[in-house]
């Protein structure tokens, strides 16, 4: 079964900066490629972040500059790197992957940008 465990989430401070990461199994993580989505509450789900099976990567505006998305395929675990943090990326943040049998989602990870 394809299982994708987020963690890295938490209270930080506007400036400050997280990591979060996706542990993923059950399925051949170097082949597919990795997104991290979010949704901010009141709000519908917005992707931030993608990295390829080949590395390339693209953003959400709002993220550009200061979110990296990044991949390990020896730990088959994807990463957002995220700086100078606002208070609007307050959201629960998800890692998610599509393959030839569906789409998949982690359990999400509180992320709260508060002073």
């Known amino acids: 079964d394809v299982q994708l465990q987020a963690s890295g989430g938490g209270l930080v401070q506007p400036g400050g900066s997280l990591r979060l990461s996706c542990a993923a199994s059950g399925f051949r993580f170097s082949s597919y490629a990795m997104s991290w989505l979010r949704q901010a509450p009141g709000k519908g789900l917005e992707t931030v972040a993608d990295i390829m099976n080949d590395g390339r990567t693209a953003y959400v505006d709002s993220a550009k500059g200061r979110f990296t998305i990044s991949r390990d395929n020896a730990k088959n675990t994807v990463y957002l790197q995220m700086n100078s943090l606002k208070p609007e990326d307050t959201a629960v943040y998800y890692c998610?992957?599509?393959?030839?049998?569906?789409?998949?989602w982690g359990q999400g990870t509180q992320v709260t940008v508060s002073s």
């Open positions: 998610n992957v599509v393959t030839g049998k569906g789409r998949y």
